[in-house]
């Protein structure tokens, strides 16, 4: 991923923060000839492994978990907060018009070299441990007890496990720290105003490249 110094990420709290946050991982797998792309909800681990592992499962007739490189790595993306950046939030603008549209986005690529996992009761164990993550804020939580057990074992035959030890972590927080600080301040305030939640966390993202105090 071409990322320039001003926009690297190197921090693991940080960048586990958003992997956890933003689960749904892009996961791109060599395999044979191609590169096969899935669309899969991860836990991370970070207590195995020096970066962390990150575990999931896919569908059983889904043939990644057959094809995908045993010898080359793959590598999951995690999106996190994004959004356009207009020009017209740049005092810069007005004092010299020599400005252009942006786009700004906070993002984590997982490399690592992914196992598949048939076994009955690890299968049991991450279901668990996804349920009981996701469904930890809702106002009456379902867990995989509430299902009869006959079903749950039927279910799980129709999965298998995904494993990814992570080798490398890069991060690229595109959050407008090219930018003089008036013209991030002016960013905040605009995405700010916008008030949706991805702009405000896009504008909680620049803010925290800014300096404290005035410009």
């Known amino acids: 991923m071409y990322t320039p110094p001003a926009h690297q990420e190197t921090d693991p709290d940080v960048l586990h923060a958003l992997m956890r946050a933003h689960p749904l991982g892009t996961w791109i797998a060599p395999s044979g000839d191609e590169l096969v792309v899935n669309h899969v909800p991860f836990l991370l681990d970070a207590s195995r492994g020096e970066r962390g592992t990150l575990v999931a499962h896919v569908a059983r007739a889904n043939p990644v978990w057959r094809t995908f490189s045993r010898t080359a ?20 603008k007005r004092e010299h018009g020599k400005v ?8 984590v690529h997982a490399h690592g070299r992914p196992r598949a996992i048939e076994d009955r009761e ?32 039927q279910m799980l035959e129709a999965i298998v496990g995904i494993e990814i030890p992570i080798a490398r972590l890069e991060g690229k927080w595109k959050t407008s720290q090219n930018r003089p600080q008036a013209d991030r301040r002016g960013v905040a305030e605009g995405l700010e105003a916008r008030g949706d939640e991805a702009s405000l966390a896009m504008a909680a993202l620049v803010r925290r490249s800014l300096p404290p105090g005035p410009t």
């Open 100 to 107: 252009v549209p942006t786009w700004n986005y906070a993002v």
């Open 122 to 153: 690890w299968l049991r164990a991450l279901v668990t441990r996804l349920t009981d993550t996701h469904e930890a804020t809702g106002p009456a939580p379902w867990s995989v007890h509430d299902a009869p057990r006959a079903y749950v074992d």
């Open 73 to 92: 790595d793959s590598v999951v993306v995690f999106q996190g907060p994004q959004g356009y950046v207009t020009p017209s939030w740049y005092p810069a």
